[in-house]
């Protein structure tokens, strides 16, 4: 996501002269990395909760590790973000809403701009908006047993989905909290419950979910079927590759760097927003007709987003989040 949305940036800034960006960019349905990032979700969820199902203050544990995991960073953003907009409003898309606005964007509430969009201030969080969702969806749910857990916060995500369409559009939480869209969290709880018996796939069989989920997204580039289906099982098929291969304990040197990659993934996702604002200012001041200077806009803000993204992550993120969980006497890591 962070790639697709520097690269748009560039190319709305006229920094693709080449076409390139524009190429990758339409070859690749990259919005599908939040379908992606929902499975994931889905996946982490179950498979990091696996003490917790059944087990005494197992909803109120993982509640608290949840919240201490995902509220404080984004609340420093959204704060951050609201600062740049009364400090250079011309740096920021789309309008900004009154006190009840803002008030539910902090809480993680579906509540229409004023031009009508379903996102919160900073406009990324509407993911984070289902992801709170789901949560609260998932939470009672532990109180059961894994499977019947799984099954039973899975029945009824997809009853909610299905009665999706039938509800109408004045209605703005329940027509965004129904959207098919939050099935993908059912595959990526699936998805989890075969991993948990030990079920792993060989090598040939991984490759092969890759390439068909790489054909699927392409078989409809441009979104006009249905989202759960046209992304989510595509994406499905990346999550399963991953996590039906070699157990944790296995993984290599490089494996191991790209888990730490993935440890700071939700620093990266709400940083490079701000990454990619600066270098959009300083390409209008130095950029000189320079025919290189759209690769260089893209590729060094990607580089700058993922060190400061690692550098949040290990100064703050970390920091933060076992502190509010010893408060919270919540010690296990999740």
Same mark, same amino acid.
């Given at each position: 996501?962070?790639?697709?949305?520097?690269?748009?940036?560039?190319?709305?800034?006229?920094?693709?002269?080449?076409? @390139? #960006?524009? $190429?990758? =960019?339409?070859? #690749?349905?990259?919005?599908?990395?939040?379908?992606? *990032?929902?499975?994931?979700?889905?996946?982490?969820?179950?498979?990091?909760?696996?003490?917790?199902?059944?087990?005494?203050?197992?909803? %109120?544990? !993982?509640?608290?590790?949840?919240?201490?995991?995902?509220?404080?960073?984004?609340?420093?953003? =959204?704060?951050? !973000?609201?600062?740049?907009?009364?400090?250079?409003?011309?740096?920021?898309?789309?309008?900004?809403?009154?006190?009840?606005?803002?008030?539910?964007?902090?809480?993680?509430?579906?509540?229409?701009?004023?031009?009508?969009?379903?996102?919160?201030?900073?406009?990324?969080?509407?993911?984070?908006?289902?992801?709170?969702?789901?949560?609260?969806? !998932?939470?009672?749910?532990?109180?059961?047993?894994?499977?019947?857990?799984?099954?039973?916060?899975? #029945?009824?995500?997809?009853?909610? +989905? +299905?009665?999706?369409?039938?509800?109408?559009?004045?209605?703005?939480?329940?027509?965004?909290?129904?959207?098919?869209?939050?099935? %993908?969290?059912?595959?990526?709880?699936?998805?989890?419950?075969?991993?948990?018996?030990?079920?792993?796939?060989?090598?040939?069989?991984?490759?092969?979910?890759?390439?068909?989920?790489?054909?699927? !997204?392409?078989?409809?580039?441009?979104?006009?079927?249905?989202?759960?289906?046209?992304?989510?099982?595509?994406? $499905?098929? #990346?999550?399963?590759?991953? +996590?039906?291969?070699?157990?944790?304990?296995?993984?290599?040197? *490089?494996?191991?760097?790209?888990?730490? /990659?993935?440890?700071?993934?939700?620093?990266?996702?709400?940083?490079?927003?701000?990454?990619?604002?600066?270098? =959009?200012? /300083?390409?209008?001041?130095?950029?000189?007709?320079? %025919?290189?200077?759209?690769?260089?806009?893209?590729? +060094?803000?990607?580089?700058?987003?993922?060190?400061? $993204?690692?550098? @949040?992550?290990?100064?703050?993120?970390?920091?933060?989040?076992?502190?509010?969980?010893?408060?919270?006497?919540?010690?296990?890591?999740?």
């Amino acid at each position: 996501m962070a790639f697709v949305h520097i690269a748009h940036d560039d190319i709305a800034n006229g920094g693709d002269p080449s076409g @390139i #960006f524009t $190429a990758i =960019t339409k070859f #690749f349905p990259w919005d599908a990395g939040v379908d992606i *990032f929902f499975v994931i979700s889905g996946f982490v969820i179950v498979h990091a909760s696996a003490k917790l199902f059944g087990a005494r203050g197992g909803p %109120e544990i !993982f509640l608290r590790r949840r919240l201490s995991r995902i509220v404080p960073l984004y609340w420093i953003m =959204t704060t951050a !973000f609201l600062a740049v907009l009364l400090l250079s409003r011309d740096q920021v898309h789309g309008d900004i809403g009154g006190a009840a606005f803002l008030a539910a964007s902090y809480l993680f509430i579906p509540w229409p701009r004023p031009d009508g969009v379903m996102q919160p201030a900073f406009g990324l969080g509407w993911t984070l908006n289902y992801e709170m969702f789901f949560y609260l969806v !998932f939470t009672p749910f532990l109180l059961l047993p894994r499977r019947m857990a799984v099954i039973s916060a899975g #029945f009824l995500l997809c009853v909610l +989905a +299905a009665i999706g369409p039938a509800i109408g559009p004045d209605s703005h939480l329940l027509a965004f909290w129904s959207d098919p869209i939050i099935i %993908e969290f059912v595959f990526g709880m699936e998805i989890a419950l075969i991993a948990s018996v030990g079920i792993t796939l060989p090598l040939a069989a991984r490759v092969l979910l890759v390439a068909g989920g790489i054909i699927a !997204f392409h078989a409809d580039a441009h979104g006009v079927g249905v989202r759960p289906i046209i992304y989510g099982l595509p994406a $499905a098929a #990346f999550v399963a590759a991953a +996590a039906l291969g070699r157990p944790a304990g296995q993984l290599g040197r *490089f494996e191991k760097r790209l888990v730490r /990659l993935g440890d700071a993934s939700y620093a990266m996702y709400l940083v490079h927003p701000f990454v990619m604002r600066g270098f =959009t200012v /300083l390409w209008h001041k130095f950029h000189a007709g320079n %025919e290189l200077a759209g690769t260089i806009y893209v590729l +060094a803000g990607l580089a700058v987003a993922q060190a400061l $993204a690692l550098a @949040i992550n290990v100064t703050l993120e970390r920091n933060l989040t076992r502190w509010l969980r010893r408060r919270g006497s919540v010690n296990e890591a999740v």
